[in-house]
C-alpha cells in the first residue's frame, strides 16, 4: 500500500457479545476518536456511548443496502462502522468494500460466531460446512447434507431454528443433533442440544447458530457426482437424462468462477449441476415455455442453487444484453441462426457443446463441425427392460454431441 496515501477514513469495527470488554486496543481507540459511530441497532446497545463520547451514533437502516449510500456521504470524516464479529466472515464488511478502493477503511475483527461455536462444540473450522442463512433459504443446504458431516448454520431468529429443524425432518435428516447455540460470548450465551425428528424449543434468543450432526439413510443424499438420479428433477419429459447429462457436464467442463449458458434448459438439471460444481460457479438458463422456465427454477432452489438466472424467450433473441459466459450448452432450439449469432457474439475461447437428436440437427452439427473443428461424439444408450417374460435392450434416440471452442 502507498503510504503516502491518507489514512482511512473507516474503521470497521467487529464486536461481539460482550461488547467493549471484547473489544482490542485498537478497536476501543477507533471508537473514541470517531466522528460518526454506524452500526445496527443492536451493535450500538453493545457499546456504550461513553466509548464515543463526541460521536454522533447513527443507526443502520434495514434492508443493509439502504444504509450504503449513507455511509458513503460520510467519506473523508472519522466513521467507525460496527459489525458482527468478524465483518468479513459471511458479514456486512464484504458488501460496503465493494464500494470503497484499497486504502479507504481498516478492519478490526472480533472473532467470528463460527469461530466461537466451533470453539464450544470442540469441532475443528476447517473441516466444519459454515453457511450463512440469514436471508437465504433453508434449501442452499440440501446438496451440502450427508450422513456424519458436520454444519454450523447462523439463522435470523428462533423462528427460523425451528423452521430449520422441521424442514431437516421433510428431507430425511430428522436424526440428525442439533446443537443451539445462543449469543455466544456475552452474558445470555446457552447451548442446547436435541434431534431435529424432537426439536421443541420455544425460546431460542438472537443471535443464534445451530451445529448441525448430519444423520440420514444413504438415499437421503445428493451425490456430488456428475449426473445426478434423474428423480431429483421435475420435469415433463424435457430433461438431460442422467448419463447423458454426465456426457454433457464432462465436455463442458465447469471451472471455479465460470458462467455457463444453458440454451433450452427444460428442467434446468444442466445448469444446476453446473452451479453445484463450485459455489463460485454461475449460470444463466435461457427457456421459452414459461412452464420449464418456472419448473427449472423450482428445480434449482429445491437443490439449493437458487442463485440459477431463468431467462423467458426464445434463442437467439432472448441472448441480446446478456453477460458473456466461459461456457454454452444448446440442449434444445438448435438451429443454423442459433449457431450463427453465438458465433458472432461469443469470446474466442468459450467452451460449446451442442447436443442433437433428429437427423437434421445432426447434418448441422457435422457441417459446423467441418468447418470449426471439434469434436463429434455419437452416444447410443440402452437399458435392460422386461421383453414378454424376458429381458432385453431398450435403445434410447442416439445423440450427437458437438464439443469445440469459439
Known amino acids: 500500500m502507498d503510504e503516502s496515501r491518507s ?35 443492536r451493535h450500538l446497545g453493545l457499546v456504550p456511548a461513553v466509548a464515543s463520547p463526541d460521536a454522533e451514533r447513527i443507526e443502520w437502516p434495514v434492508p443493509f443496502a439502504d444504509g450504503i449510500e ?36 481498516t478492519a478490526l475483527p472480533a472473532p467470528s460466531v463460527f469461530s466461537l461455536a466451533a470453539a464450544r462444540l470442540g469441532w475443528p473450522l476447517e473441516r466444519t460446512v459454515c453457511v450463512g442463512l440469514h436471508a437465504a433459504p433453508l434449501g442452499r443446504l440440501r446438496a451440502q447434507l450427508a450422513p456424519r458431516l458436520r454444519m454450523l448454520v447462523t439463522l435470523r431468529d428462533g423462528a427460523a431454528v425451528a423452521s430449520l429443524a422441521h424442514w431437516l425432518v421433510a428431507q430425511g435428516f430428522g436424526a440428525s443433533t442439533l446443537h443451539v447455540l445462543e449469543a455466544l ?9 436435541t434431534l431435529a425428528a424432537g426439536y421443541a424449543f ?5 443471535p443464534v447458530v ?21 428423480g431429483l428433477f421435475e420435469h415433463d419429459g424435457q430433461i438431460t437424462k442422467r448419463p447423458m447429462r454426465a456426457l454433457t457436464l464432462s465436455a463442458l467442463a465447469p471451472r471455479p468462477g465460470e458462467h455457463l449458458w444453458d440454451i433450452g434448459t427444460g428442467s434446468g438439471s444442466i445448469s444446476i449441476e453446473w452451479l453445484l460444481a463450485h459455489p463460485a460457479n454461475a449460470a444463466t438458463a435461457f427457456e421459452a415455455d414459461p412452464r420449464r422456465a418456472q419448473r427449472a427454477r423450482s428445480n434449482a432452489c429445491a437443490l439449493g442453487v437458487d442463485c440459477l438466472q431463468v431467462i ?26 442459433l449457431l450463427e449469432a453465438l458465433w458472432a457474439r461469443l469470446r474466442p475461447g468459450t467452451r460449446v457443446v451442442c447436443n442433437a437428436v433428429t437427423l437434421e440437427s445432426e447434418a448441422l452439427l457435422a457441417q459446423w463441425q467441418a468447418v470449426h473443428g471439434g469434436t463429434l461424439l455419437r452416444i447410443e444408450l440402452a437399458e435392460a427392460a422386461a421383453l414378454g417374460s424376458r429381458r432385453g435392450w431398450k435403445s434410447a434416440y442416439p445423440v450427437v454431441q458437438w464439443s469445440t471452442c469459439r
Not at 18 to 23: H, I, K, P, T, Y
Not at 202 to 206: E, G, Q, S
Open 7 to 41: 489514512p482511512a477514513w473507516l474503521t470497521i469495527v467487529g464486536v461481539g457479545e460482550d461488547g467493549m470488554a471484547g473489544l482490542a486496543e485498537a478497536s476501543r481507540a477507533a471508537l473514541a476518536g470517531a466522528e460518526f459511530v454506524i452500526g445496527a441497532q
Open 70 to 105: 449513507r455511509l458513503l456521504a460520510l467519506r473523508g470524516r472519522r466513521v467507525v462502522m460496527l459489525a458482527s464479529g468478524d465483518p468479513f466472515c459471511l458479514g456486512g464488511g464484504s458488501v460496503v468494500a465493494r464500494h470503497l478502493a484499497v486504502g479507504e477503511w
Open 185 to 193: 460470548g456475552g452474558v445470555r450465551e446457552r447451548t442446547r442440544t
Open 202 to 206: 420455544a425460546d431460542v434468543a438472537h
Open 210 to 230: 445451530v451445529g448441525i450432526e448430519a444423520a440420514a439413510e444413504a438415499r437421503d443424499v445428493v451425490p456430488r457426482a456428475c449426473g445426478l438420479p434423474d
Open 312 to 337: 423467458e424467450g426464445r434463442a437467439p433473441a432472448v441472448l441480446d444484453g446478456q453477460p458473456l459466459p466461459d461456457a454454452v450448452f444448446v440442449g434444445g432450439g438448435l438451429s443454423a441462426a
